[in-house]
T-cell receptor, first 113, second 114 residues
Framework: KAGVTQTPRYLIKTRGQQVTLSCSPI?????VSWYQQTPGQGLQFLFE???????NKGNFPGRFSGRQFSNSRSEMNVSTLELGDSALYLCASSSRDSRSLAFFGQGTRLTVV | AQTVTQSQPEMSVQEAETVTLSCTYD???????LFWYKQPPSRQMILVIRQEAYKQQNATENRFSVNFQKAAKSFSLKISDSQLGDAAMYFC???????????FGKGTKLSVIP
């Protein structure tokens, strides 16, 4: 089984731009979660999608949004980028059978300049 | 809100020795899971070990084992016969009840000295 795939792996954007990150979960997994990892704040939960519905959202501004498609692939979007959005964005997928176990992708490293 | 605390930002261990990483958490749930994840320089989060709270027996995966003290809400990771490849950030994580949302500790950076 292929693992969780995140694209792109690296991204450089300018302040004020917007960015879209993609995550393809493990086949059969219907839950996709997103996390932001920074040296200062550590790993913070962004949001979780299950069967195209957002089930949970972390404490992030409205500039951060996401969606999930019928094939379970998910995208997250950040608009009006700020320098502080520079981070590693991790996606994780889970299945109902995995008992809360999350499988992570390799992440997208976003740098905002 | 659930909290997960890792009180050791950095630790080091000699190759072939044993090291224990600490984690405490806070929850009002009675049945839950706890995880230790490893993040090497490649940045991919890799599951090390999982513990089910209702099980009395501590989980073990090869050289990795946990000391789970439910009443104390403590979940430490023991690495035996440490290897150079064990050098990484280690995160303790707790998923909310009925959710896949993980709350992570701040992590412990483990260095392995040859």
């Amino acid at each position: 089984k292929a693992g969780v795939t995140q694209t792109p792996r690296y991204l450089i954007k300018t302040r004020g731009q917007q960015v879209t990150l993609s995550c393809s979960p493990i086949s059969g997994h219907r839950s996709v979660s997103w996390y932001q990892q920074t040296p200062g704040q550590g790993l913070q939960f962004l949001f979780e999608y299950f069967s195209e519905t957002q089930r949970n959202k972390g404490n992030f501004p409205g500039r951060f949004s996401g969606r999930q498609f019928s094939n379970s692939r998910s995208e997250m979007n950040v608009s009006t980028l700020e320098l502080g959005d520079s981070a590693l964005y991790l996606c994780a997928s889970s299945s109902r059978d995995s008992r809360s176990l999350a499988f992570f992708g390799q992440g997208t490293r976003l740098t905002v300049v | 809100a659930q909290t997960v605390t890792q009180s050791q930002p950095e630790m080091s261990v000699q190759e072939a020795e044993t090291v224990t990483l600490s984690c405490t958490y806070d929850t009002s749930e009675s049945d839950y899971y706890l995880f230790w994840y490893k993040q090497p320089p490649s940045r991919q989060m890799i599951l090390v070990i999982r513990q089910e709270a209702y099980k009395q027996q501590n989980a073990t995966e090869n050289r990795f084992s946990v000391n789970f003290q439910k009443a104390a809400k403590s979940f430490s990771l023991k690495i035996s016969d440490s290897q150079l490849g064990d050098a990484a950030m280690y995160f303790c994580a707790y998923p909310g009840a009925g959710s896949y949302q993980l709350t992570f500790g701040k992590g412990t950076k483990l260095s392995v000295i040859p």
